[in-house]
C-alpha cells in the first residue's frame, strides 16, 4: 500500500468517526429542554462489541477442546467422518442444564402470555362475567335488606306481645304503691317507649325503603330490643320478691319467661340480619371492583413488570445456552475429522482436543483481543467482517479459539483469538487484513441510556427524568454495559420517559 492511499483511508476512517459522533448526538441529544439536553427513552437492541484488527490465515486443522473439565457423554464421530458446519462431534453432560433451559423457556413463553394477554384486553365474556358477579351480588344486598325488614316487623310484633304481657301483670298484682309496683311501673315506661320508637323506626324503613332508613332501623332497634330485654328481666325479678312470690302465678310467671326468650330470639335475628347486610355489602363491593379492573385494562406498571420479568428470564435462559455449548464441540466449518481423543466416561478439559479437523475450503482469521475486552469474548460469539479489499462488503465469522495464555503487542497483554469464516470467496487470500467487529451479547427489546446519565447514591441508581417541568430522581435498576458506553436499564424507565442528560 503507497503513502497516498494511506492517507486516503486515514481521510476516510475520520469522516466516519465524523458521521459516527454526529449520530450519537443526533440520537441522544437532539431534545432541549429549560432542564438542560434531554434523550427520550425507547425499547430496542442492546448490542455490546469488540472490534479488532486480525489477518487471513489458512486452515489446516483445528484442534477442538472443550471450555471445562467434565466427562464425556456423547461421542458421535470417528476419524475419516466428513462433517458440515453445526454437527455436534461430542458432548459432556448436558440434561440437567437442558431440562432448565426448557422449564426456563417455558416460563418465560407463560410471561410472554401472560404480557400479551394483559395487552390485548379483557374479553366480552370475561366483561360479562364479572358483570353477572355484580348483578347477583346486588341482587344478594337487596335481599339482605328485605329480610332485615321482616326481622325488624318481627322484633316489634315481640316487643308488642311483651309490653302486653307486662301491662297484664301490673294490673292483675302490682297494684299498691310499694317498691316493687313502682319498679314494674319503670319498666313498663320503659318497653312502652322501646315499643314507640320501634314503630317509628319500622314505619320509616317502610316509607323510605333506602338502605340508609333500614339501616338506621336495625341499629336503633338493636338497641330497643336490649332495653326491653333488660326491662322483662326487671319485672320477672319482682314477682319472686316478697308478696309477690306467692301471689304472681306460676303460669304468669311463665308468661314473662317466654317474652324474655322471644325477645332475645327477635335480637338474635336482628343481629344476623345485620351481619348479613355488612358481609353482603362488602361481596358487591369486591366484584364491581373486579368489574372495573377488568373493564380498565392493563397499567403501564404491570406491563413494565411483564417486560422486566421476561428480559430477565431471558438472560438466564441465554447464559444456560451459554454453558450447554461450553459443555459441545461443534463443527465449526465443514471439514474432516482427523482425530479423536474424546471418549464416553473419559474426562476432558480445555487442554486436551476433543477432536481434531482438517478444513474443506474454509478460512480462519487470527486476532488479538486486549486484556480489558477478553473477558466479554465467548467461543461461539458472531462476528462481521470487512476486508480492506472489499470495502464495506461484510463476511460472517466465529469465534472457535481463544488461547489461555497472554502475548505482549506493542506493550500491550492480548490474547490470541482464532475465527472462522462462514462464507467464503475465492478472492480472499492468505495474509489478507481485516477489521472484525465480535458481538459478544445481544438483547432486544431493551432500554438503555448513557452510563453518564446514571448516578449512584447509598448503593442505589437514579436517572433524572423530566416531569412535567420538574425534574426527577427516577430509582432504577441497571443490567448489562455496552462496549459502546450505554448501560441497560432492566427496570424504572417506561417507554417514553424523558431523561435528563446535562
Sequence with gaps: ???????????????????????????????????????????????????????????????????????????????????????????????????????????????????????????????????????AAQQDVTNAYQNALVSLNGAYTATYNAYAEVVY????????????????????TSISNALTDIKNYLDGAKIDQSHTATDAAVSVVVGDLNTVYTALVDVRDQCDQGIYYARVSTADKSALDTQKANINTALAT???????????????????????????????????????????????????????????IVAPFAGVVTQVNAKVGSVLGPTTPAVSLMSSGAFQLESYVPEIYVALVKIGDEAAVTFDAYGSRQFEAKVISIDPGQTV?????????????????????????????????????????PQGVVTIKNGQAFVNVEKGKETVMQPVVTGEFSSSGSVEIVSGLHEGDVVIVK
Excluded: C
Design 169 to 188: 301483670i301490673q294490673n292483675t298484682y302490682f297494684t299498691q304503691s310499694d317498691q316493687q309496683s313502682l319498679k314494674v311501673q319503670d319498666s313498663r
Design 409 to 449: 503487542k506493542d506493550g500491550v497483554a492480548t490474547y490470541k483469538t482464532t475465527l472462522v469464516l462462514g462464507n467464503t470467496d475465492a478472492n480472499i487470500k492468505t495474509g489478507m487484513s481485516s477489521n472484525i467487529v465480535i458481538t459478544t451479547e445481544k438483547k432486544s427489546n431493551v432500554i438503555s441510556v
Design 1 to 135: 500500500m503507497n503513502i497516498l492511499s494511506k492517507i486516503q483511508k486515514k481521510w476516510v476512517y475520520g469522516l466516519v468517526a465524523i458521521v459516527a459522533i454526529a449520530g450519537i448526538w443526533f440520537f441522544f441529544f437532539r431534545n432541549q429542554t429549560s432542564n438542560g439536553q434531554t434523550l427520550v427513552a425507547h425499547a430496542g437492541d442492546f448490542v455490546q462489541q469488540v472490534s479488532v484488527s486480525g489477518t487471513v490465515v489458512p486452515v489446516e486443522n483445528l484442534d477442538l477442546s472443550f471450555s471445562q473439565t467434565d466427562q464425556v457423554k456423547r461421542v458421535n464421530v470417528k476419524v475419516g467422518d466428513s462433517v458440515h458446519v453445526g454437527d455436534l462431534l461430542a458432548s459432556q453432560d448436558v440434561s440437567q442444564l437442558a431440562a432448565q433451559l426448557a422449564e426456563m423457556q417455558a416460563g418465560i413463553d407463560l410471561q410472554t402470555a401472560k404480557l400479551n394477554q394483559s395487552l390485548a384486553g379483557a374479553l366480552p365474556q370475561d366483561i360479562q362475567v364479572s358483570q353477572d358477579a355484580v348483578t
Design 270 to 328: 336482628l343481629v344476623s340480619s345485620q351481619h348479613d347486610i355488612s358481609s353482603k355489602t362488602v361481596a358487591l363491593q369486591k366484584s364491581q371492583s373486579q368489574l372495573d379492573a377488568t373493564k380498565a385494562g392493563p397499567r403501564d406498571t404491570d406491563i413494565a413488570v411483564f417486560k422486566a420479568q421476561i428480559a430477565q428470564a431471558q438472560a438466564s435462559a441465554q447464559n444456560i445456552r451459554a454453558q450447554i455449548y461450553n459443555r459441545q
